[in-house]
């Protein structure tokens, strides 16, 4: 068993590569579920979407959100009649945010994920990293922002003086599927609000210390692949790099993917991490998805 | 100012003659909200929304449900993915439902409806009947359906037994508008399900008593022109003709506007209502519907 955690972006298009080479009956992904919530009536579940998507090969992935040639009729008739709509949900999107959201009231967000994933012909499994309801906070310069104002309303232009997430008891199979794992693998996602919301949950670090983890930088030089990784890292006082990167996991990583370009920091980083994988982590094609993928994999002892 | 009551289907119709006739600022539409309820996440008030499109000239007029030429995007994903939808929105009309369900959280069902009106053009003040939320239960041989059940999953089949439904407070200017009308005009809905829920409010019979009331009788013979009005008339013992509509509203009713083929029933109901007005109440084009909008208007004093 290979378990990964992931958020919404760049572990979607590492686990693009992995579902071509590990079975997929024998992968657990743990998705972030941080920034959570309702939006025009439904349950908005971003990260856990776009995991499904990607699973079953229906996913935007030029926007890693959203389905694939999707419609947006009703989202652009609510801009037009004066009701913008703070995320863009395209109308075929909007189905799976209804069904998950009916299934999630009768059963937990848990269940719906697992029942949506079935129905989509996913044969990983795939667990939200907690049924309950976070709260994430960015603190900026212009005020204290809810997570999608920020991204999407200000763009992340703002400048980020503090993140603050509420603490959330993991779902259930969450610490097992770690402990039952010959590996665990942390996607190039967001250290802060995709993978740390993750490592708060009780008892996580404590498993991956004992299990193999290999995580993949999301960094290279000193800036975020994409996305506002470096803004939310700086604020907590990381540094934005992948020396940084391997010292918010120091304590249970066992090997710590990089790109090429970062060749340079190897000594710096082995002083850190035992191991060092350099290869190439800009995930522009299949190939190179499906090559960081299998140097990922061969890396596992 | 002339008041209308309406439903979802006969009303309208009628409502598209009016349109043409009456001042637009001189009309205030009063409407049920007894089957309102939630469906995917949003507040649909079925007859609302069919007025609010029927006023800005967008309504279905075929299915007089929903917005004329939408799409069903979602709604057939919904069905796709085993999640059927029992209503039938459309993607255009789902963002109605969307904004108004936002507006209805904020700011209450009247006010929402008032901006969303007002965002459609529409000169008239449309007056949803109240802002509580109601219940009602169809007693069927197959046991206590709701009534959207009963409706479309059932189509409408199953015997009828009883219709119970709560009791709720009238929006805030429904007797006012009553009272400061020169007549009131009770469209050809459902005497059961869409016009009784209105005239159970307080005080609304005391106000039509006062008032001109003019209604149209949506029975010919002994079958309702549309819908499943005839089966709810039996079930509440009222006789299924123009005489049982007439019977049924006899304490404040003035004036009762039946079709040419219940002539025979002219001597029969002036027994009962000082006023028989016979004229072509079969609204299958825009011509009978000014028409007849003109024969109503014509006939008050």
Chains 1, 2 share one sequence.
Not at 4 to 28: A, F, H, M
Not at 29 to 55: C, H, K, P, Q, R
Not at 61 to 78: A, M, P, Q, S
Not at 284 to 293: P, R, S, T
């Amino acid at each position: 068993m290979i378990t990964v955690l992931s958020g919404g972006t760049g572990t979607p298009k590492l686990l693009q590569g992995i579902k071509e080479i590990v079975n997929p009956e024998e992968l657990t992904i743990i998705v972030n579920t941080l920034e959570n919530d309702y939006f025009s009536g439904v349950y908005v579940s971003a990260d856990l979407d776009t995991v499904l998507y990607t699973m079953s090969d229906i996913i935007n992935d030029e926007l890693w959100y959203g389905v694939k040639g999707d419609t947006f009729i009703t989202h652009e008739r609510l801009e037009e009649i004066g009701c913008p709509e703070l995320l863009r949900i395209g109308d075929i999107d909007r189905a799976t945010k209804i069904q998950k959201t009916q299934l999630m009231e009768k059963y937990g967000l848990a269940k719906a994920c697992e029942i949506q994933a079935r129905n989509m012909g996913i044969k990983s499994k795939i667990i939200p990293m907690s049924e309950e309801q976070s709260d994430i906070k960015i603190v900026s310069d212009i005020g204290e922002l809810e997570f999608h104002d920020f991204l999407i309303k200000h763009q992340s232009k703002p400048e980020v003086l503090d993140v603050k997430f509420s603490k959330v008891s993991p779902a259930e199979g969450i610490i097992e599927a770690i402990n039952n794992s010959r590996a665990v693998i942390i996607g190039p996602s967001n250290p802060v609000t995709s993978i740390l919301p993750i490592l708060s949950l009780e008892g996580v670090r404590e498993a991956l210390k004992n299990t193999y983890v290999v995580a993949v930088s999301p960094i290279i030089g000193c800036d975020a692949v994409s996305g506002p990784a470096s803004k939310f890292m700086n604020a907590l006082g990381i540094e934005v790099s992948s020396v940084g990167v391997a010292q918010l996991y120091e304590d249970f990583l066992d090997n710590i993917v990089i790109d090429d370009k970062d060749s340079n920091m190897e000594s710096q980083l082995k002083q850190i991490i035992n191991k060092v994988t350099i290869t190439n982590t800009i995930m522009n094609n299949l190939g190179v998805k499906k090559n960081l993928a299998q140097t990922i994999i061969d890396s596992i002892p």
